[in-house]
């Protein structure tokens, strides 16, 4: 991948902030996911070539989310394009949290499985936490569990939360310098706001940053986001992120992905991310689309912590 081209405007009498611009890079999220899944059938076809067994993924549904079941499908297929062992469990809505807790187990269990996957959410009568926590860290490749959470704070090695982790490596392809950047992130979910930030603040490569994060609470949300070298958002609001509340030559991570009312589609609407992005995208020097910024990576990231987990408990 490229680096961002800055062009600075040279005239005889003197340089101005004005006359620097910057010639706005895509961030290709979707053939990013591509090169990876790419390496990682290298590696599982190497493998099968030595006999070796290979990775496993279980994914675990309850009812019938359709969302719920899209994403479970997507992630099956994905595994197999690249030789991971598949398997979906599907269970009715009035599963009890026993059984699902018995379930897990099994999979916690059965050294076929690398990774366990329980999608969420679930129905209200079980308790998430509780599910999630059931989870052996060692396969937790969601990143949920309390102990690779705990692990990612203080910087020992960890199953890194996916969407988090795919953030980073977008970063890392395209040789986005981070190292004392500020990072400011909009949103504190635990699914991406709070790990992107906790991983963005280690001393490593492609982090290292000064990591702001702002939330609901903020009285003036631009105060922050204007101050941002890059900037995260993960709020789930179509467009909210206008060009003023930007620096020129801001790198634009666009985590959301709403749906917004579009009569000239089929469908009836078109899926925007947190940013205004044909606006943004005149003053940013990198900017992630959507679709096909940091989307495809999570599943991409899925793969690859199955990988992981393989690689460090059950090669
Ligand atoms: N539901 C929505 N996103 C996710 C995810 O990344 N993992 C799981 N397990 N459930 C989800």
């Known amino acids: 991948m490229t680096g961002c081209v800055k062009i600075i405007l040279k ?5 101005k902030p004005a006359d620097t611009f910057y010639i706005m890079q895509i961030i290709d999220g979707k053939k990013v996911a591509v090169e990876i899944k790419e390496e990682l059938k290298k590696e599982i076809s190497k493998l099968k070539q030595s006999g070796k067994k290979v990775p496993g993924l279980v994914a675990i549904l309850v009812g019938d989310n359709h969302a719920s079941q899209i994403y479970v499908k997507s992630k099956g297929k994905a595994c197999e394009q690249i030789g991971i062992l598949s398997k979906t469990e599907i269970l009715p809505a009035d599963t009890t949290e026993e059984e699902l807790l018995n379930l897990v187990n099994k999979y916690n269990k059965d050294s076929n499985f690398h990774g366990i996957l329980v999608q969420l959410p679930l129905p209200a009568h079980i308790n998430e936490d509780k599910i999630i926590e059931s989870i052996n860290p060692e396969k937790d490749v969601d990143g949920f569990h309390p102990v690779n959470v705990g692990r990612l704070v203080i910087g ?61 609470a903020a009285e003036d949300l631009s105060y922050f986001t204007k101050q941002a070298d890059i900037l995260i958002s993960a709020i789930g609001k179509a467009e909210f992120i206008t060009k003023d509340m930007v620096k020129e030559g801001v790198v634009i991570i666009d985590v959301g992905i709403n749906r917004v009312e579009d009569a000239s589609k089929k469908n009836g609407y078109r899926v925007v991310g947190d940013v205004d992005f044909n606006a943004i995208s005149q003053k940013c020097s990198y900017i992630t689309p959507v679709p096909g910024g940091v989307g495809p990576m999570t599943i991409a990231m899925l793969l690859k912590n199955t990988f992981k987990a393989y690689q460090k408990f059950g090669g």
């Open 11 to 15: 005239n005889k009498r003197s340089l």
């Open 156 to 216: 020992k090695d960890a199953l890194r939360s996916c969407t988090p982790a795919g953030i980073q490596e977008l970063l890392k392809r395209y040789k986005i310098e981070t190292k004392g950047k500020h990072v400011v992130i909009v949103g504190r979910s635990n699914i991406v706001g709070k790990p992107i930030a906790n991983i963005m603040v280690q001393k490593e490569e492609f982090a290292n940053s000064i990591v702001t994060v702002c939330h609901s």
